[in-house]
């Protein structure tokens, strides 16, 4: 009796055991997410995108995918991001550079076959300057005639009434015919026009589905590709849009776009072959850049980015010019690119990369410890005596505090002077630079487009990117100048010496380096991943020299 | 048979458990250490102790990424400071995270679960939803705002009362707030769930027949029963409070650089883990010291128990 | 009766709770459309914070927010413009659901066998080898755990892939990274109750009556012992539902315990809010449940 109740009962475990396993098993095996059929190629992209509206985004992860959706009047060239023809075939330029006559190419149409009329690029720029649409980008439009009035909602004084939207100086003169009058002669508003504030995006979706109309079906998209889906977090997925207009020079079918927020999971997922590509800068360990620089698969290239150092013009001691130039002079920025970021970049005396055509910027203050010490003494703190112990703000991140650490050794060691070290998460950041809580930030700039101006309008005195409480009218003067001026030569002189006055006479800004831009993939698998100054990357010229093209996945279905 | 007090039998019991022993030889010698360390990069002690033993944690030097040598025991970081000297220093930070978690989930913990229990009705219901009102709020959302908002109007009066040399030291008092307030609620829950289950023991109702007090039957007859619990309890605190700090710092909220704690440093080394190139000093000195402190203080940790409980 | 009680306690304390996590979460500086770039006129942001009711009194906006909640609708994100904070969970819980299932799983699978061995072997080597692991696995932080398990089984072994979220081989090393940490807690407090129960009356009681040894441990004891475990396990496994920061940033798995800290950082207001509701139903759920089952347990132990 007592040997079969105990063999009944082992029968009972044995029996709880296993349904145990197979519930375990059956979550193992359900639970995950499903394999889905390989892409043509994979690419981290870097962070998750915040949207993929072309008016809304902001942020260049978010950018490469909506330009890949979504067209201008022109794009950019993915070998140099020069403006090229887009959905514009051809303009006219009045003689004093205010009014644009864009004609459109004649077989446009959205990826669901209707076409794309003068009415579409209306409406998208319109709606951009809606202040309902709420647009971080709007002022990109502000060059338009009465784009900033309608968009910030003023009043005609003439007529006593609100801008509305009938205002802004774009209309279509016939379906095919674009006219665009500005505020003033604008020598990029071509490169505008490529940029994706300005993309022409689909009347019928987004009238019909509000904020939600990129996650509705069909999907409408001027650019060439249509968004298969978009799973945050996970992935997001564009399929080849067969009625683009230059369909014909795709060269993939299906595109796999992953955000990551670790550098080293990217490099873990490209070197096991899960990504093609990594092109987001912030997903390349900079730690690892020394070894990585000679491996054949990384490229590094130079773009418009610059890391430096900003004043607080509204604190003592920093009002005064000397404490300021002092404390530029005994940066050791060769100390920093070579220890400390390591990857290859070039160090800056200026706030203006090189690069941009027609312009040479200015020498700025360089490394002079003696001239430093004598102008500390001259602004009454001799040695850093009576120097008091100020603040140098930065935002959550291994390299930022890295460089903070090597620049408070400099301080300390040529002035004599104390710095106390604030790391914040990235909105304290934010509010105290805007709010200028601060004695010293971190900072870093990223050009939209290949003018001097994209960096230098920022130090005016009205810009909300000022950020330092600098106010120079002479600056200010010669940048509205600049921008008024039609011939190229006298222009960049002008611009030439406004950025004196920004980084040698009167710097509210100590320029670190410029950035190095990084793309990493095997060009022997993989081509048409051009680098560029604009850090720029469309998809569609991107190829997979070993997988299947676009005719063979056609030929496949 | 000589008579002994409790006390005295609890130390020699103690006594007779080795890797108790060995780890209170341990966590002594690394205290002192710890506190000694600031001393030997002075002049009178930096001449006659070995240089590894007498580098500053927070200067910088030439020797970049440099691998353990006699100069550098541990080796050096990015900007050439001494990794020993880093993790001697940090371990001040980690240590005082530590014990405030310790002393946080000991006194109000203890207090909170077991009155609840104890008292049972309503003020166990009431103050056991308190606990799942501040257990629902994600710690990090209390500890961003407590940091970002109060930091700056603290650190100002701080300066203004105690000097500036008091308020560098802001940040890490909220750094001990914050992570005091999280970390006794599990240990409220879980020694509310053992008195619940020893109050109404024939020993607890023996005691209240002969006429005892609330006061006299939890801490004399009910606590003591708790108390295995409580000690485990506190040694799983103690790790997780240590690695929740350098989860903070790795947000940037947690300990400001250019000082460090234990979990900073494994936090900036746990980018070595990578198939490109690992400095492994960075990641393994700070990581094996990290454990085997915990470890240490564990073994004690199960000793003092052993010692102590009345059912031992 | 207790039990009713507590589930109608649930809706004021949700209440409650989205109150506080509403209010808290706007004191913190800076908001939701601070960017690095500032927009081109102080209008533009006004604009965006109309159009999302930020510039209403508080007061007004969480009425706004309890009215939509009434009809299950969290709100738009507002990092993530073109989502909402529904569409964000319910791509991202399933997939931490199922991860925190299994790492619950493996954390009282390899926990408690460890806890309940390393308590009835006391003193002995048994003992010493299963604490230390325990312990290890207590102390190793996952930002290190989770990117030694990739550099070991998925590129030198190539046993695993390193990341993502597809079959079930992608699921392992982010259970182990997950499991493994909770699992050593587990052990701990399973050995300290067994220790405990085994010292008390009853278990001598029961010895006396003459059963056999096995019987004593897994009958008798382990039902008591487990008590700690059981009162552990309700925020145990709220945590691990709601997924984990570190493992789903290591290996890259589409879950929603990034959210949790990243939309504190970002200051999506009604995605915090929305992730604490998420969270906190779990959380008071749970530990009803677990509630439940110990004084289940509890009563059995007391009418043998």
Known sequence: MAFVTASLKQANWIRRWAVAACAVLAIWATGCGHKEERADLVIMNGAEPESLDPTIVTGQPDGRVAG??????????????????????????????????????????WSTGEPITADDVVYSWRRALDPLTASDYAGQLYYIKNGENFNTGKTNAATGNRYVKEDVGVEAIDPRTVKVLLEGPTPFFLDLCAFRTLAIVPRQAIEKHGDRWLMERPMPTSGPYTLEFWRIHDRIRVRKNPRYWDAANIQNELIDLLPAESANTALNLYLSGEADVIWDKNLVPSELMDVLKGRPYVHTYDYLGTYFVRFNITRKPFDDVRVRKALSLVLDKKRIVERITRSGEKIATCLTPPGMEGYTSPEGLGYDPEQARKLLAEAGYPGGKGFPTFNYLFNTSEMHKQVAVELQEMWKKELGINMELRQTEWKVYLSSQSQLDYDTTRSSWIG???????????????????????????YDDLIRQANQERDPVKRAKILYDAEVLLVREDPPIAPLFFYIGVN??????????????????????????????AAKAAAAK | MESLSPNQRAWRRFKQNRPAVVSLWFVGVLGLFVLLWPLFSRPAFANILPIGLTHSAVKGSDAQYSPPTLTH????????????????????????????????SLVIGVLWGAIAGYVGGWWD???????DILYSLPSIVFVIVLITTLEELAKGWLTQKLGANVAQYCRMLFLFVGIGAVSWLTMARIVRGQVLTLKNRNFVDASRSLGAGHTRILFRHILPNVIGIIIVYITLTVPSVILYESFLSYLGLGIQPPFASWGSLIA????????????????????????????????????????????? | MYFLRRIAFLVPLLLII?????????????????????????????????????????????????K??????????????????????????????????????LAQGFGIPLGFLTAVKKGGILDYGGSFIALLAICIPGFVIGPLLVLVFSIKLGWFPVGMWETPMHAVLPTLALGLYFGGKVARLMREGMLGTLNSEFITTARAKGLSETQVLVKHAFRIAVLPVVSYSGPLLADLLVGSFVVENIFRVPGIGVFLVNSSLNRDYTMVVGLVLLYAVLLLVLNLLVDLAYSMLDRRVKME
């Not at chain 2, 219901?125 to 606990?131: D, H, N």
Request: proline share 7%.
């Open chain 1, 68 to 109: 890949a959706l979504f067209e201008g009047l022109t794009r950019f060239n993915p070998k140099n991001a020069k403006p090229i023809p887009g959905l514009a075939e051809r303009w006219d330029i009045s003689e004093d550079g205010q009014t644009y006559t864009f004609h459109l190419r004649p077989n446009i149409v």
């Open chain 1, 448 to 474: 939209d487009y290949v003018d001097p101006n994209t960096f230098l309008d920022m130090f005016m005195s009205g810009n909300g990117n000022n950020r330092t409480g600098w106010k120079n009218p002479k």
């Open chain 1, 520 to 549: 990493i993939f095997d060009p022997a698998k993989v081509e048409g991943v051009h680098q560029n100054l604009l850090d720029e990357h469309p998809l569609w010229p991107l190829k997979r020299k070993d997988g299947r093209t």
């Open chain 2, 73 to 104: 025991w541990f080796g050096t970081d990015i900007h050439g400071r001494d990794q020993l000297s880093r993790i001697m220093s940090g371990a001040r930070v980690s240590i005082l995270v530590g014990i405030v978690g310790a002393l946080v």
């Open chain 2, 125 to 131: 219901g009431a103050m056991m939803r308190f606990v």
């Open chain 2, 268 to 312: 900036e080394g746990a980018g070595q883990l990578n198939p490109v190139r690992v400095y492994w000093w960075l990641i393994v000195y700070p990581a094996v010291t990290l454990v085997t402190t915990l470890l240490a203080l564990n073994f004690f940790g199960d000793g003092l128990r052993d010692a102590f409980d009345p059912r031992g």
């Open chain 3, 18 to 66: 989205s109150f506080l996590a509403f209010m808290l979460v706007r004191v913190a500086p800076g908001g939701p459309f601070d960017k690095e770039r500032a927009p081109a006129s102080p209008e533009i942001e006004a604009n965006i914070k109309k159009k999302y009711h930020l510039d209403k009194p508080l007061l007004t906006q969480y009425g706004i927010y309890l």
């Open chain 3, 68 to 105: 939509n909640l009434l009809q299950g609708d969290f709100g738009p994100s507002l990092k993530y413009r073109n989502h909402s904070v529904n569409d964000i969970i319910a791509q991202g819980l399933p997939v931490s659901l199922t991860l925190g299932v299994l790492a619950f799983l």
